[in-house]
Structure formats: C-alpha cells, structure tokens
C-alpha cells in the first residue's frame, strides 16, 4: 500500500484552493472598497473571474466568504488552546489561546495570519453590522471540541454555552469599534491584545464578587 499522506495537493486540487484564495481576496477588496451592503456575490464572481455557479460550488453565500476569516483565524486558536495546561479555566485559557496567537503573528505569518490579514479582518467585520453579528454567532468545531474536552462536558452543555456567549460579547466589546487607524490606534493584532485583556479585566474585577447561596453546588453537581 502506498502511503499518501504527504503527498502534494494534485493540481486539481492546487486550483481549487486558488480558485477559493481569489474569490476570498475579491470580496475582501470590494467590500473595503464600496461597503459589505453594496457588495455582490455577481461582483465578487466577476472580479474573480469565475461564474456565480462557480462561486456556488464554494461558498453558499455571500457572508460565508467572510467567515472563511474567521475559519483560519480560529484554525490557529485552536492550536494554542490545546497547548495551555490543563486546570486553567475556560475564559483564561481562551484568553491565553488568543494572545499566544496574536503574539504569534506580530512580525511574522501564524498559517494563512499576518498583521495586514489581522487589520482587513477588523476593517471589514467592524464596517458591517451584519458581519459583526456573524462574529458573536462563530462556532468553531475544533475549538468548541477542545473546550468541551477541557471543561468535561458535552458540546450542548449550557457551561459550554456560556463561554460562548461570554467571550464573544467581550470580543465584540473590545475591538467592535475598530474599522481604521487614526492618530492613536494602528489596527493589528497588537491593539487586539491590549483590548481584549483590558476587557477580560473588567470583567474579572466585576464577577469578584458573585456570590451563590448554594455556593456553586449546581455547578458541581452538574459536572462532578
């Protein structure tokens, strides 16, 4: 039996993932250029080249082009998360899997990840409302199978849930905001950081002092 796992991608498959890359990069361009709202899944397949059945066959619709973004940010989020050590809870080690990548790409490329791909993304999800919104729906299955795991629970757990919603509405809350530089802020993934542990913070400091009656034995009986 031949072994095939490291064998090139065939050519075929080499102009698929081109296909893709140039459909990815023709949204990008038109929605930085005349807005999501005024952008086209005809303008992108023109702009790329290729027929809307063309485009079909790669992404369903128009807003899946964008959250391929978010699929390659979060292959790499990924990858941190499985590194932090266990015990760490879920918030901080979601944290840590975010800043471990952010660090990562400063100065240099993490997979498809680079400082000036990190300011498109900021650009172009903070400048549509709906893309935004795309942003706090994002699963990952990787990462949501990696937490569940860390956290000993199944994917459907509302705990799992929790963390979520909860991280989302922080992203959101610290870098929805984010759509150009100005004379103190440079988008990148170092403005990132900054804004996502001042926010943790916050968040940190205002649970302090939650206090239950039951004194987290829901939580305990729940997960053991």
């Not at 079909?56 to 990858?79: H, I, N």
């Not at 800043?99 to 498109?120: E, N, P, W």
């Amino acid at each position: 039996m031949v072994d095939v796992s490291n064998e090139s991608p065939s050519l075929r498959e080499r102009k698929k993932l081109r296909t893709r890359a140039v459909l990815i990069d023709a949204a990008i361009d038109l929605c930085l250029k005349q807005g999501y709202q005024q952008t086209t899944v005809e303008q992108i397949a023109a702009a790329a080249d290729v027929s809307t059945r063309t485009f079909s066959r790669y992404f369903p619709t128009k807003d899946a082009v964008f959250v391929t973004l978010l699929d390659d940010y979060y292959d790499e989020v990924a990858v941190e998360l499985e590194a932090v050590e266990a015990g760490v809870g879920p918030l901080e080690a979601m944290r840590r899997a975010h800043t471990g990548l952010l660090t990562r790409v400063v100065g240099r490329r993490a997979g498809r990840l680079t400082t000036d791909r990190i300011a498109t993304m900021l650009r172009v999800f903070n400048g549509a409302e709906a893309l935004q919104q795309a942003v706090v729906d994002f699963r990952h299955e990787a990462t949501q199978d990696i937490l569940a795991k860390r956290m000993g629970v199944d994917r459907d757990d509302p705990s799992l849930r929790v963390v979520n919603v909860v991280f989302s509405a922080v992203i959101v809350d610290a870098c929805g905001d984010l759509v150009s530089d100005t004379d103190t802020i440079r988008l990148g993934p170092q403005i990132i950081m900054d804004r996502l542990n001042a926010s943790l913070e916050r968040v940190a400091w205002m649970t302090r002092d939650l206090q239950f009656p039951s004194g987290g034995a829901h939580y305990e009986r729940a997960h053991g």
